[in-house]
């Protein structure tokens, strides 16, 4: 199974940072990657696929990049929404596996 | 609108059997590949299994031979069927649907099933 690892598991940031969260495959994935936003009792959204694609409807301070094994998420300015648990999820191959989560809070 | 609605959890001893059902408006479920993902109290989330449109299904290794992804054509409806349920299978239990682009695109809003004697 390819293990994927995200760092840190939690950050803390105020309104307007620039904020990166980093993940890591076990092995390379291409860019089989996707993140995902998720709120205290809600299912997650996703924000970014094959590692740099903005999903429609998401704001463009979201971003994506990296391929191979090494992946990051930008949130160019952070606003008051944003305050959540981040996931990466591996699509290479199976068993989907996923980040064990960031959890962004405010500082 | 995309709209995907479990439905089916519940409090089950161990060893018990559930059936989960994903109900979902606004596109075919045949149509398209569908995944189950858990998520235990407190935890990070784990894929549980996917059926593609043609009918080939994948398992995790923790619920292979105990869990079961079918659909309904009529119902427009996916299910998750598990049996010899395990006091680990407490959770959350979230239908997506797997885009075109591969990643989880459309989301339910998850059924809690827990095991506990």
């Known amino acids: 199974d390819i293990q994927m690892t995200q760092s840190p598991s939690t950050l803390s940031a105020s309104v307007g940072d620039r904020v990166t969260i980093t993940c890591r495959a076990s092995?390379?994935?291409?860019?089989?990657l996707a993140w995902y936003q998720q709120k205290p009792g809600k299912a997650p959204n996703l924000l970014i696929y094959?590692?740099?694609s903005l999903q429609s409807g998401v704001p463009s301070r979201f971003s994506g990049s990296g391929s191979g094994t090494e992946f990051t998420l930008t949130i160019s300015s952070l606003q008051p929404d944003d305050f959540a648990t981040y996931y990466c999820?591996?699509?290479?191959?199976?068993?989907?596996?996923f980040g064990q989560g960031t959890n962004l809070e405010i500082k | 609108e995309v709209q995907l609605v479990e439905s089916g959890g519940g409090s089950i001893q161990p060893g018990g059997s559930l059936r989960l059902s994903c109900a979902a408006s606004?596109?075919?479920?045949?149509?398209?590949?569908m995944t189950w993902v858990r998520q235990a109290p407190g935890k990070g989330l784990e894929w549980v299994s996917v059926?593609?449109?043609?009918?080939?299904?994948y398992y995790a290794d923790s619920v292979k031979g105990r869990f079961t992804i079918s659909r309904d054509i009529s119902k427009n409806t996916l299910y998750l069927e598990m049996d010899g349920l395990r006091a680990d299978d407490t959770a959350v239990y979230y239908c997506?649907?797997?885009?075109?682009?591969?990643?989880?695109?459309?989301w339910g809003q998850g059924t809690l099933v827990t095991v506990s004697s």
């Open positions: 997506a649907t797997v885009g075109v682009t591969g990643a989880l695109d459309y």
């Open positions: 606004g596109f075919t479920v045949s149509y398209n590949y």
């Open positions: 059926i593609y449109s043609g009918g080939t299904t």
């Open positions: 092995q390379s994935i291409s860019s089989w």
């Open positions: 094959k590692a740099s």
């Open positions: 999820q591996q699509y290479n191959s199976y068993p989907y596996t």
